[in-house]
């Protein structure tokens, strides 16, 4: 028999978390009552231990590192462990959702996407061999498994809100809408990530794209404007400017956070035409104060499409003065907050 696991190796977090169809969970807490087959259990508990061998002597780091986490579908048991395409591509869109919602909300801190990284575990039977990331290994000691540049357990502010459990109830939902949310998501994701090999031009190009497609955004003048009429009712700091809009100089007046998204799609232009660009010198603040903010924005945007396919109308009340609350700071404050800090550096 063919089986699968996935982990989720550091995320830190204990309990059991319901989302849509699937459930995180704990698995040194929960393996014995989740995966009922005892050879499934030995071989998931083994790839588990893999992980914690390379633990670095922290405390903190120590704790992540043990409280390894598992992602599986509610009827796991009843599929004889397995995953389908279906399970993958949602499971993923779980695990870009918890990133997304622990970078945005954490504070003033900066979350690597790195950290909601899973690996889906293929084996059979009792063989030591295993197919990880669609490749095949005759032992599973070939398998060398690569750590986030940092693993602590106040990078995640919760994994039961209200916006994972709206993301949960859009899983399967196939319209073109819903699939901009995920594929925004996506693109985030990868705007977030840490890897030396991941330059700032391609955190704003995903970034951007994150935009495009749940706005579908046609030039930076298209784009400052739907962002002016999304917040027309909210009293931002406003600003003139004086720029061209079909060849024709115009002086327009947007609010500032328009104005971030003007910015923001001349840079986009600036790396698409391979412009040089001095990265120490920046309206906004440095590169991940782009994709934080970025972040926010794009949190209001999702809730307004879940709020339109009536994902929203299932929640509370209660549930959502919560999102509200986690909606309230005003973004041009947070604007004028990273100018202020960058003109003190």
């Known amino acids: 028999m063919n089986y699968s696991i996935a982990l989720v190796p550091y995320l830190g977090e204990q309990g059991n978390y319901i989302i849509g169809k699937y459930q995180l969970w704990n698995f040194e807490e929960f393996k014995n009552e989740i995966i009922l087959d005892e050879v499934v259990r030995t071989r998931a508990t083994e790839l588990a231990e893999r992980h914690r061998e390379f ?8 704790v992540c590192c043990k409280n390894i986490m598992a992602i599986t579908p509610l009827n796991y048991c009843e599929e004889n462990y397995t995953y389908t395409a279906e399970d993958t591509m949602n499971m993923r869109n779980i695990m870009y959702a918890l990133a997304f919602y622990n970078i945005v909300m954490n504070g003033n801190t900066f979350v690597t996407s790195d950290l909601y990284n899973f690996s889906i575990y293929n084996f059979t039977g009792e063989s030591r061999g295993m197919i990880v990331h669609g490749r095949a290994y005759t032992n599973m000691e070939y398998v060398k498994f690569i750590k986030p540049y940092e693993i602590t357990p106040w990078s995640y502010k919760s994994l039961d809100n209200f916006f994972i459990k709206s993301i949960g109830m859009s899983l399967g939902i196939n319209n073109r809408r819903i699939n901009s949310i995920f594929r925004t998501l996506e693109l985030y994701y990868h705007a977030a990530a ?13 970034l951007m794209m994150a935009f495009d497609t749940i706005l579908n955004v046609k030039n930076k003048n298209d784009f400052a404007s739907k962002i002016e009429k999304f917040f027309v009712n909210m009293t931002y700091k406003k600003e003139t400017r004086d720029i061209s809009i079909n060849y024709q100089r115009i002086e327009k007046e947007w609010n500032i956070v328009s104005w971030w998204c003007y910015d923001l799609y001349k840079l986009r232009n600036d790396i698409i035409h391979c412009n040089e660009i001095d990265w120490k010198i920046g309206r906004y603040g440095h590169i991940f104060d782009y994709v934080k903010f970025g972040g926010k924005l794009l949190m209001h945007l999702i809730y307004k499409v879940l709020e339109d396919e009536n994902i929203m109308g299932e929640l509370s009340m209660d549930q959502r003065i919560v999102i509200l609350f986690d909606l309230e700071s005003k973004l041009d404050e947070e604007l004028l907050k990273i100018q202020r800090e960058l003109e003190e550096d």
């Open 55 to 62: 633990v670095i002597d922290i405390p903190v780091v120590d």
């Open 194 to 206: 840490m890897g030396k090999l991941v330059s700032n031009e391609s955190r704003i190009l995903n």
